[in-house]
């Protein structure tokens, strides 16, 4: 499968983005597809997952109750809804599928997309 992250953007904090992460490639709806995020000198990290059985989701915990997560298998696209974007929400986002489940390793994914930076500042 290959993934194509696009959505981000400059804006100020408080505002809202909304991330699109597109599959090309067969059986979208066995991939689950997370979103991971590095900052400037910072180490990558995960951000938030969706599976594709019954559509769970995580988020780490600077995240919960800012940013949502959700799938549409018809449009073979999973979207990272962000409001209440803070300063430190900048970094470019990734996204990437692993088979059936949310991997708790970078190397679990078997399919990163390129990166779209978000920028949030004043």
């Known amino acids: 499968v290959q993934l194509q992250a696009s959505g981000g953007g400059l804006v100020q904090p408080g505002d809202s983005l909304n991330l699109s992460c597109v599959a090309s490639?067969?059986?979208?709806?066995?991939?689950?597809i997370a979103w991971f995020r590095q900052a400037p000198g910072k180490e990558r990290e995960g951000v938030s997952c969706?599976?594709?059985?019954?559509?769970?989701?995580f988020y780490t915990d600077s995240v919960k109750g800012r940013f949502t997560i959700y799938r549409d298998n018809a449009k073979n696209t999973v979207y990272l809804q962000m409001n209440s974007l803070k300063p430190e929400d900048t970094a470019v986002y990734y996204c990437?599928?692993?088979?059936?489940?949310?991997?708790?390793?970078?190397?679990?994914?078997?399919?990163w997309g390129q990166g779209t930076l978000v920028t949030v500042s004043s």
């Open positions: 969706i599976t594709p059985s019954d559509g769970s989701t």
């Open positions: 990437a599928a692993d088979l059936w489940v949310c991997g708790a390793w970078d190397s679990d994914y078997i399919s």
């Open positions: 490639g067969p059986q979208f709806n066995i991939y689950a």
